[in-house]
């Protein structure tokens, strides 16, 4: 069974609509992130959580907004959608965050297309 | 600003043969380095990690690091159809503990 669940796992939005990326996580973690996939570029590392707090932000733009009700649950709201944000947004998670941070645990991503 | 690049892009290896994939970074004082496997539609993997020049094994797996050269290097021993799948090297940096990724080698593994 899937530990962490990304909903939902395609979508499909027009320019200028608001989206919300859903992830919650059930290993028992207390970091969670959000990175980004597009075509031909590597992974970028986009927010960094731990115990609900927000620890690190390489989005330069404030139309990325990670929301976190519960230690175990990030969601990420998209406003403004631009097709370049067309992407595969996925959730990870970590036993901590830190020096010791360990191996990331990814969920399976939501691919987001917009037109 | 790190930058970690992966060699070769892709790779056709025969089924039971050694494959070997390649990653340089560009900051020797990095910390861990990290191997991730991805097959398509799926979230990256971790396979394997490495923080002390030298190298380590796992199972089927060997990864080689050289701090001086900045290089990190992961082998394949026995490679199997399933072992067909994008491979990423990640780099973890700075005070924030992210991890820098390459753009990842594509392997197949040809029966």
């Known amino acids: 069974d899937p530990k962490i669940i990304q909903k939902p796992k395609y979508l499909v939005a027009v320019t200028g609509s608001e989206k919300i990326l859903i992830c919650e996580q059930y290993?028992?973690?207390?970091?969670m992130y959000w990175y980004r996939q597009s075509a031909k570029k590597p992974l970028e590392f986009m927010f960094s959580?731990?115990?609900?707090?927000?620890?690190d932000n390489q989005t330069a733009s404030s139309r990325f907004q990670p929301q976190s009700s519960k230690k175990n649950h990030l969601d990420l709201q998209i406003t403004a959608l631009k097709p370049d944000d067309s992407a595969t947004y996925f959730c990870?998670?970590?036993?901590?965050?830190?020096?010791?941070?360990?191996?990331?645990?990814f969920g399976e991503g939501s691919k987001l297309t917009v037109l | 600003q790190e930058k970690v690049q992966q060699s070769p892009e892709s790779l056709i290896v025969p089924e039971g043969a050694m494959s070997s994939l390649n990653c340089t970074f560009s900051?020797?004082?990095?910390?861990s380095i990290w191997w991730y496997q991805q097959h398509p539609g799926k979230g990256p993997e971790a396979l394997i990690?490495?923080?002390s020049n030298g190298n380590k094994k796992e199972g089927r797996l060997t990864v080689y690091l050289n701090r001086a050269s900045l290089h990190v290097s992961l082998h394949i021993r026995d490679s199997q159809p399933s072992d067909s799948a994008v491979y990423l090297c990640?780099?973890?940096?700075?005070?924030?503990?992210?991890?820098?990724w390459g753009s990842g080698t594509k392997l197949i593994i040809k029966p």
């Open positions: 990870a998670s970590s036993q901590d965050w830190g020096p010791n941070t360990g191996q990331l645990y």
């Open positions: 290993l028992g973690h207390n970091a």
């Open positions: 959580y731990s115990y609900q707090k927000l620890m």
């Open positions: 900051n020797s004082a990095s910390q």
């Open positions: 990690s490495i923080f």
């Open positions: 990640a780099v973890s940096k700075g005070s924030n503990y992210q991890l820098i």
